[in-house]
C-alpha cells in the first residue's frame, strides 16, 4: 500500500535534516514525503529545498505567511495520495524499520484503522531520555479489533502514541478527520474513535524517537484530557 508522509515545519531548521533522513532511509520507501513549511524565518526551507532536488519523493509546500498546524494539515489531505498517511514531527527521528514494520502488520490487517508502536524521548542532543509512558497493551505485534479495543479505551483514554500512528485514509476521512475544537486533543480523540470503530494494530517496540524541547508540539504533549474524556462520555 501507498504510503504519504507530512512534515510539518516551523523554524526547525535545526532538525528538519534529520528527520527527513531518518524518512529517506527507511527500508520501506514512501510515495511522498511532503514538507509544509509554515513561513519559517530561518534557513529551513534552504535545506528541504536539498532534499528536494535530490529525492523525488521529496515535496515542499511554502506558505506566505504563518498558517497553523491545521491549514497545514488540511493543505497536506488535498494533496496525499497514499492509501494510509503519516504526520510526522520536524523535530523527531523515526528509527529504522518503523515503515516497514507498521506497514507490513497493516497488510495483514487490512480492516486496521491504525497501527502505532513505542516511542522513546531524546533531547535536543539526541541524548536518550527514556521511553514515553503509554500502556503496553501486547507484548507482542497484534491486531485489537473493535470489540478488544472499545473496553482498552474506556480504561487507558487514548492508548496510542500520536508519534507512531499510522492512519488508513479511508478510516480517518470517515470519522471526518481531525476536530480543530479540540485543539491539542485533536489527534487523541480522532485515535479514540478509530480504534473503536476499525480496530487498531500495535507493535511493541521503539520505532519513533520524540524530541522533547521546550517550545515544541512534542514538550508540551501533556494535556489537559479532562474534556476530551467529557466528549467520550457523552458519545458512549
Same mark, same amino acid.
Given at each position: 500500500?501507498?504510503?504519504? /508522509?507530512?512534515?510539518?515545519?516551523?523554524?526547525?531548521?535545526?532538525?528538519?535534516?534529520?528527520?527527513?533522513?531518518?524518512?529517506?532511509?527507511?527500508?520501506?520507501?514512501?510515495?511522498?514525503?511532503?514538507? /509544509?513549511?509554515?513561513?519559517?524565518?530561518?534557513?529551513? /526551507?534552504?535545506?528541504?529545498?536539498?532534499?528536494?532536488?535530490?529525492?523525488?519523493?521529496?515535496?515542499?509546500?511554502?506558505?506566505?505567511?504563518?498558517?497553523?498546524?491545521?491549514?497545514?494539515?488540511?493543505?497536506?489531505?488535498?494533496?496525499?495520495?497514499?492509501?494510509?498517511?503519516?504526520?510526522?514531527?520536524?523535530?523527531?527521528?523515526?528509527?529504522?524499520?518503523?515503515?516497514?514494520?507498521?506497514?507490513?502488520?497493516?497488510?495483514?490487517?487490512?480492516?486496521?484503522?491504525?497501527?502505532?508502536?513505542?516511542?522513546?524521548?531524546?533531547?535536543?542532543?539526541?541524548?536518550?531520555?527514556?521511553?514515553?509512558?503509554?500502556?503496553?497493551?501486547?507484548?507482542?505485534?497484534?491486531?485489537?479489533?473493535?470489540?478488544?479495543?472499545?473496553?482498552?479505551?474506556?480504561?487507558?483514554?487514548?492508548?496510542?502514541?500520536?508519534?507512531?500512528?499510522?492512519?488508513?485514509?479511508?478510516?480517518?476521512?470517515?470519522?471526518?478527520?481531525?476536530?480543530?475544537?479540540?485543539?491539542?486533543?485533536?489527534?487523541?480523540?480522532?485515535?479514540? /474513535?478509530?480504534?473503536?470503530?476499525?480496530?487498531?494494530?500495535?507493535?511493541?517496540?521503539?520505532?519513533?524517537?520524540?524530541?522533547?524541547?521546550?517550545?515544541?508540539?512534542?514538550?508540551?504533549?501533556?494535556?489537559?484530557?479532562?474534556?476530551?474524556?467529557?466528549?467520550?462520555?457523552?458519545?458512549?
Amino acid at each position: 500500500p501507498a504510503l504519504s /508522509v507530512l512534515v510539518n515545519n516551523y523554524n526547525y531548521a535545526r532538525f528538519i535534516g534529520e528527520a527527513l533522513e531518518a524518512i529517506l532511509n527507511q527500508s520501506y520507501r514512501p510515495k511522498e514525503g511532503i514538507v /509544509v513549511d509554515d513561513a519559517s524565518t530561518d534557513n529551513s /526551507v534552504e535545506i528541504v529545498q536539498q532534499y528536494v532536488n535530490r529525492d523525488s519523493i521529496v515535496h515542499l509546500i511554502k506558505n506566505e505567511k504563518n498558517m497553523g498546524i491545521f491549514y497545514n494539515i488540511s493543505k497536506f489531505f488535498s494533496i496525499a495520495s497514499g492509501e494510509y498517511v503519516y504526520l510526522a514531527g520536524s523535530d523527531d527521528r523515526l528509527l529504522p524499520g518503523f515503515f516497514e514494520k507498521s506497514m507490513k502488520l497493516l497488510s495483514r490487517y487490512p480492516e486496521a484503522g491504525v497501527c502505532s508502536s513505542l516511542v522513546c524521548k531524546i533531547d535536543e542532543e539526541d541524548r536518550r531520555k527514556g521511553l514515553l509512558v503509554t500502556p503496553i497493551i501486547s507484548t507482542k505485534e497484534c491486531f485489537i479489533s473493535p470489540k478488544r479495543a472499545i473496553p482498552l479505551v474506556n480504561k487507558f483514554d487514548n492508548y496510542i502514541a500520536g508519534q507512531t500512528a499510522i492512519y488508513k485514509r479511508k478510516a480517518l476521512d470517515s470519522i471526518g478527520g481531525f476536530i480543530p475544537e479540540l485543539n491539542a486533543a485533536n489527534d487523541a480523540f480522532a485515535l479514540m /474513535v478509530i480504534v473503536c470503530k476499525y480496530g487498531a494494530c500495535f507493535i511493541p517496540e521503539e520505532l519513533v524517537c520524540m524530541r522533547i524541547l521546550a517550545n515544541s508540539i512534542s514538550g508540551k504533549i501533556n494535556k489537559n484530557l479532562s474534556g476530551l474524556k467529557e466528549i467520550w462520555q457523552t458519545l458512549e
